[in-house]
């Protein structure tokens, strides 16, 4: 990158983001807690709720057309084959593959034809259908790193082939709808900003690291990751991107955007997750050109659409506070609640808790044998 690229004390953001001040304190105290401490008020309330509205797995049919509703071991290909028209069309093309136990070369050169098929070139992005928070994404650049991601997934594995963004701002936008309203909301919103490194002529990735101050910090999340690299030298004014999945358990870093949530974005989103056959509550992934286009509900790509499990991401905001955080957890969670009690008196039935223990494991399974996300 160039030099005239690094602005607020050398903090690299992607041409078309605000500026990112990294002032401060680099992270809530909160920010990297084990889930089970933060979704305890979360299982509390469910359990009351639960008792309130007997059910136990109604936020499962929150978005009743989806097994589950998302929440957990459903394929992110089970909710986007559903896409018809301007949301089809805005979603990054995409196709699902079965890896196998056979050679990489000839799995690759199958791949390569339905590359063709789906008018897609190197590079492109290759993620897992079950998983969550990153887990398993891949940057694909060219036809010897296909091969080697091959043979990385585990056999019976189904990983979506998509396109690469042509932009790199990002942004998590939730959305929700109640079934008896004409129109749904966006409820929360938040950038999502790539770490860098910016290198001096003189220091290795590794002491890049060890000097930045969020990096340092979290430098576990980086060092594993490239391994083979820790010992470059990063030239004068150039930059090094720690990461490529816009992951918050992964090291992006996320800034509560709440403020610029406009009357023709949300209006824009409406009309593109009404174009889902009863779609309620999720997250959008979303790549955009400048934050102005986005504001005006133009100029961007989904690249994926993430259902019940879903987090607002602005609690992840290092400013954010504790109770505002746990409070939005606990709006979403008895949204989904209400979600699902209208569904079933319209006629939907909660799945069985069998059926819920089941996903759960395949899920944790195939996770554990995923590679290591880029």
């Given at each position: 990158m160039?030099?005239?690229?690094?602005?607020?004390?050398?903090?690299?953001?992607?041409?078309g983001?605000?500026?990112?001040d990294?002032?401060?304190?680099?992270?809530?105290?909160?920010?990297?807690?084990?889930?089970?401490?933060?979704?305890?008020?979360?299982?509390?309330?469910?359990?009351?709720?639960?008792?309130?509205?007997?059910?136990?797995?109604?936020?499962l049919?929150?978005?009743?057309?989806?097994?589950?509703?998302?929440?957990?071991?459903?394929?992110?290909?089970?909710?986007?084959?559903?896409?018809?028209?301007?949301?089809?069309?805005?979603?990054?093309?995409?196709?699902?593959?079965?890896?196998?136990a056979?050679?990489?070369?000839?799995?690759?050169?199958?791949?390569?034809?339905?590359?063709?098929?789906?008018?897609?070139?190197?590079?492109?992005?290759?993620?897992?259908?079950?998983?969550?928070r990153?887990?398993?994404?891949?940057?694909?650049?060219?036809?010897?790193?296909?091969?080697?991601?091959?043979?990385?997934?585990?056999?019976?594995?189904?990983?979506?082939?998509?396109?690469?963004?042509?932009?790199?701002?990002?942004?998590g936008?939730?959305?929700?709808r109640?079934?008896?309203?004409?129109?749904?909301?966006?409820?929360?919103?938040?950038?999502?900003?790539?770490?860098?490194?910016?290198?001096?002529?003189?220091?290795?990735?590794?002491?890049?690291i060890?000097?930045?101050r969020?990096?340092?910090?979290?430098?576990?999340?980086?060092?594993?990751r490239?391994?083979a690299?820790?010992?470059?030298?990063?030239?004068?004014?150039?930059?090094?991107?720690?990461?490529?999945?816009?992951?918050?358990?992964?090291g992006?870093?996320?800034?509560?955007?709440?403020?610029?949530?406009?009357?023709?974005?949300?209006?824009?989103?409406?009309?593109?997750?009404?174009?889902?056959?009863?779609?309620?509550?999720?997250?959008?992934?979303?790549?955009?050109?400048?934050l102005?286009?986005?504001?005006?509900?133009?100029?961007?790509?989904?690249?994926?659409?993430?259902?019940?499990?879903?987090?607002?991401?602005?609690?992840?905001?290092?400013?954010?506070?504790?109770?505002?955080?746990?409070?939005?957890?606990?709006?979403?969670?008895?949204?989904?609640?209400?979600?699902?009690?209208?569904?079933?008196?319209?006629?939907?039935?909660?799945?069985?808790?069998?059926?819920?223990?089941?996903?759960?494991?395949?899920?944790?399974?195939?996770?554990?044998?995923?590679p290591?996300?880029?």
């Open positions: 160039p030099e005239n690229d690094l602005v607020d004390n050398d903090i690299y953001v992607a041409p983001m605000p500026p990112l990294m002032s401060g304190k680099q992270t809530s105290f909160f920010e990297f807690w084990p889930a089970w401490a933060m979704y305890f008020p979360v299982v509390v309330q469910s359990l009351a709720m639960a008792l309130r509205y007997r059910s136990l797995m109604l936020p049919i929150a978005n009743p057309k989806i097994p589950l509703s998302g929440m957990v071991g459903v394929g992110k290909s089970e909710l986007m084959s559903q896409a018809r028209g301007e949301c089809d069309a805005a979603i990054l093309s995409w196709f699902l593959f079965e890896v196998t056979s050679h990489a070369g000839d799995q690759a050169a199958v791949i390569e034809r339905r590359m063709l098929d789906h008018q897609l070139t190197y590079p492109l992005v290759c993620k897992p259908d079950i998983g969550c990153g887990v398993g994404v891949k940057l694909v650049n060219n036809r010897s790193e296909l091969e080697g991601v091959l043979r990385d997934f585990p056999a019976q594995a189904n990983v979506i082939f998509q396109r690469l963004a042509q932009w790199e701002p990002e942004a936008v939730f959305y929700v109640h079934p008896q309203e004409s129109e749904g909301r966006i409820i929360s919103m938040a950038l999502k900003y790539m770490p860098y490194v910016a290198g001096d002529g003189k220091s290795t990735l590794r002491q890049l060890a000097q930045d969020r990096a340092g910090e979290l430098s576990h999340l980086y060092l594993q490239h391994e690299s820790l010992g470059k030298v990063i030239d004068q004014g150039e930059t090094f991107r720690l990461i490529f999945a816009a992951s918050h358990s992964r992006a870093i996320f800034r509560d955007a709440n403020d610029e949530i406009s009357a023709a974005m949300t209006t824009k989103v409406d009309q593109l997750m009404q174009q889902l056959p009863e779609f309620y509550y999720g997250r959008l992934d979303i790549k955009f050109r400048d102005d286009s986005l504001k005006n509900g133009e100029n961007f790509e989904i690249v994926e659409i993430n259902c019940a499990s879903s987090e607002s991401l602005h609690i992840w905001d290092r400013r954010a506070k504790f109770s505002d955080a746990i409070r939005s957890l606990l709006f979403q969670y008895k949204t989904l609640f209400l979600l699902g009690a209208e569904n079933r008196r319209r006629g939907y039935r909660p799945p069985r808790f069998l059926t819920l223990l089941r996903a759960w494991k395949k899920e944790r399974q195939l996770t554990r044998l995923y290591e996300t880029d």
